[in-house]
């Protein structure tokens, strides 16, 4: 998680924390960016982060840094039988990106974004029955400032979060 913030799951971080996906708890990962981190990236085992910051992880760094992260997610897991919601591609995403999602079975499907504070800001799909297969979305990010963002899958009865970063 990266922003403008000096705590986060009742502990002390500086801008940049590794939480654990499953139940929210703070990681002892722990970089030390000097200001606010706005874009995060993960590519193999590292994190690239952009921001404010001019140093991290006790070196310089410039607004942008790239360190290993030993707390990957792990890729997205199934909703239930085959049921996959993929990362936005591409990402960082300035105007437009596909969001891509498996079903099993014909079901009702919501997909919405939702901002850090977990606000809903946009709702895609409504309680849309989709039938089995594979489904692409193309999203526009023309509504939505820079920053850091959460899409929420539903379907058949399971959710599923990913992030995504728009940047201008």
Do not use: N
Request: proline letters at 8%; one cysteine or more.
């Amino acid at each position: 998680m990266g922003g403008d913030f000096t705590t986060i799951a009742g502990g002390q971080r500086a801008s940049l924390a590794a939480l654990d996906g499953a139940t929210g708890a703070l990681l002892d990962w722990d970089p030390k960016p000097d200001q606010s981190v706005h874009a995060l990236e993960v590519s193999g085992e590292r994190l690239y982060a952009g921001g404010y910051f001019q140093a991290a992880a006790g070196l310089p760094h410039l607004a942008l840094m790239g360190v290993s992260m030993p707390y990957i997610a792990p890729p997205p897991a199934p909703l239930g039988p085959d049921v996959m919601l993929s990362p936005i591609r591409p990402t960082p995403l300035q105007s437009t990106a596909t969001i891509r999602y498996a079903l099993p079975a014909a079901a009702s499907v919501s997909l919405a974004v939702y901002d850090l504070q977990g606000r809903r800001v946009e709702s895609l799909l409504e309680h849309q029955v989709q039938p089995a297969g594979e489904h692409l979305l193309t999203v526009s990010a023309e509504r939505l400032a820079a920053g850091c963002y959460f899409y929420r899958l539903e379907a058949g009865g399971m959710v599923s979060t990913q992030k995504a970063v728009v940047v201008r």
